[in-house]
């Protein structure tokens, strides 16, 4: 089965920009895999951000996009607020087979 | 707002079947398709599968040997068996709402149920 990666964890400022990435190990990572994004915080359910590589949730803020970023599907956060400290996670389907990240736990500084 | 709540027992013994079911509520079972996922602090998250509301199945190979994944329209609810339960299916199980006509996006998310397989 494909092995779907993150960093592990990241750090931003706040009010500042940070990329996160998502790998594939079978290759680049393109618009079939119909990369997929949500945030997690302690406890609570996953809460979707994006998904078809660029569309939003309609609850998503326009802070968060998502991209792809050379081989590797992306999600960036623009003007970081203290809300955003989370666990954020994406998802890529293979041919119908939906294989997670392991996650990019990130914080706000 | 959809509301999606999963129901089951919290224990379960090894070699056991695992048992779920997910209501769905304020929202109509067709025509999406609906998952299950689980999540551990060492594993990660995992998709399990996924029904259709016509009933027609989708299911991770890593798990298809041992996952039944059915739904009841009358009910507004979907289900999940895991059969010969171990140790490792101890997991944080989520039900969650695919899109109309696809599963490669959830919009709504359980609160999920913690199962431990334990004798």
């Known amino acids: 089965q494909a092995v779907v990666t993150q960093e592990p964890s990241l750090t931003v400022s706040l009010g500042g920009t940070v990329t996160l990435t998502c790998d594939s190990s079978?290759?680049?990572?393109?618009?079939?895999?119909?990369p997929y994004w949500f945030q997690q915080r302690p406890g609570q359910a996953p809460w979707p951000l994006t998904f078809?590589?660029?569309s939003r949730v309609s609850w998503t803020p326009a802070r968060f996009s998502g991209s792809l970023l050379g081989a590797k599907a992306a999600l960036t956060l623009s003007s970081a607020q203290p809300e955003d400290e989370a666990d954020y996670f994406c998802?890529?389907?293979?041919?119908?087979?939906?294989?997670f990240g392991g996650g990019t736990k990130l914080t706000v500084l | 707002q959809v509301q999606l709540r999963e129901s089951g027992p919290g224990l379960v013994k090894p070699s056991e079947t695992l048992s779920l079911t997910c209501t769905v509520s304020?929202?109509?079972?067709?025509?999406?398709?609906w998952s299950w996922i689980r999540q551990t602090p060492g594993k990660g998250l995992e998709w399990i599968g996924c029904?259709?509301?016509?009933?027609?199945?989708?299911?991770n190979p890593s798990l298809k040997s041992r996952v039944t994944i059915s739904v009841d329209t009358s009910k507004n609810q979907f289900s999940l068996r895991l059969n010969s339960v171990t140790a490792a299916d101890t997991a944080l199980y989520y039900c969650?709402?695919?899109?109309?006509?696809?599963?490669?996006?959830?919009?709504?998310f359980g609160q999920g149920t913690l199962v431990t397989v334990a004798s």
């Open positions: 998802m890529l389907s293979f041919g119908g087979v939906l294989v």
């Open positions: 079978t290759g680049p990572v393109t618009t079939a895999h119909f």
């Open positions: 078809d590589t660029t």
């Open positions: 304020s929202g109509s079972i067709s025509p999406y398709y």
């Open positions: 029904v259709y509301y016509s009933g027609s199945t989708n299911y």
């Open positions: 969650a709402r695919g899109g109309p006509g696809r599963i490669t996006i959830f919009d709504y």
